[in-house]
């Protein structure tokens, strides 16, 4: 159905003016000027093509049309109120849907997850891992969300491994990445890694999960910037899985190339090494995209803010 409807401010004037039979506490009350009050009143009644108050000297006074219309717009406005208030309230009872990564979802964000409880206690938060939050996994304009189950109420956004060019979604960078090698204490005592060519004697852990030119760097890369030469980096065993990777290094199985800010936690722990001062970097980096329709919600704007100050806390080395 089609309304020809005048302009919401010259009915909010017009309801404020009435009530207060005064342009100028109406203008108080609208954080306005008397004089916009009084032109949005006469676009009202060019609109209406009939005066809504009479001017006097020192008064307001309302016209019989204007008595007749103010019931009208003042019930249209507080059902306007009432309908963004229960929006918001089904909004903020709604789940927020987070796709990311496996590798970010497991050694990042949910090793966290305790201080985005203390910092947003309502947030009624569902993680989902996704190898579709990695650019090239999905025809271009796709965003990780069409195959998750969305009520009206949800809120879904998507960390994405990237470039950071999604058009029509706001984008917010998280952080980079950079890729180091690392190993196991009880692997570093066992095996003599003083100077970036011993690594030619390794057991090397390979991710093959999203190896790529701007994904995951191979060991070739590492040992090129490393100077090293004449060494078989394919060589050891290969994982499709980086968490597979992870626990084999953990485990002291062989030395993995990781990316720094995913294992930060198990650096600063000591549960892993970093022998050499060799990062490989990346042009992706993580981002938080969020469809524009969505992301003034309260729920996807204290998730963003927490996230924000996450990686402010523990912003990495250069990507």
């Not at 020192?58 to 016209?63: V, Y």
């Amino acid at each position: 159905m089609s309304y020809r409807l005048p302009p919401l401010n010259s009915l909010r004037a017009f309801e404020a003016a009435a009530r207060h039979l005064s342009f100028k506490n109406a203008a108080v009350e609208l954080s306005v000027t008397p004089t916009a009050v009084s032109h949005q009143i006469k676009l009202l009644e060019d609109f209406l093509d009939l005066p809504l108050f009479r001017r006097l000297a020192r008064a307001l006074e309302l016209t019989a049309e204007g008595e007749a219309m103010l019931a009208k717009v003042r019930e249209g406005l507080e059902c306007f109120a009432a309908a963004v208030e229960n929006t918001r309230q089904l909004v903020s009872k709604g789940r927020l849907i987070v796709v990311a990564p496996p590798s970010f979802a497991t050694r990042w964000l949910v090793p966290r997850l305790r201080r985005l409880a203390l910092a947003a206690p309502d947030l009624n938060l569902h993680v989902i891992r996704s190898l579709n939050a990695v650019d090239g996994d999905l025809p271009p304009g796709s965003m990780a969300l069409d195959s998750v189950d969305l009520r009206e109420e949800d809120s879904a956004v998507v960390i994405r491994f990237g470039g950071g060019n999604y058009p029509g979604f706001r984008v917010d960078r998280v952080f980079g990445a950079d890729y180091i090698a690392v190993c196991s204490p009880k692997y570093l005592a066992a095996n003599a890694l003083h100077e970036p060519a011993d690594m030619g004697r390794q057991v090397l852990l390979h991710d093959d999960a999203m190896a790529g030119e701007h994904t995951i760097p191979g060991w070739e890369e590492w040992f090129r910037l490393a100077g090293v030469n004449g060494v078989d980096s394919n060589a050891g065993p290969h994982f499709s899985d980086s968490d597979l990777v992870f626990v084999a290094a953990l485990d002291g199985q062989g030395v993995a190339l990781a990316s720094r800010p995913l294992v930060a936690a198990a650096l600063a722990q000591g549960s892993l090494v970093s022998p050499f001062d060799v990062a490989v970097g990346r042009q992706y980096a993580y981002y938080l995209v969020t469809p524009e329709a969505i992301a003034a919600r309260p729920a996807v704007e204290a998730f963003r803010q927490w996230l924000g100050d996450e990686a402010r806390m523990e912003e990495p080395g250069p990507s």
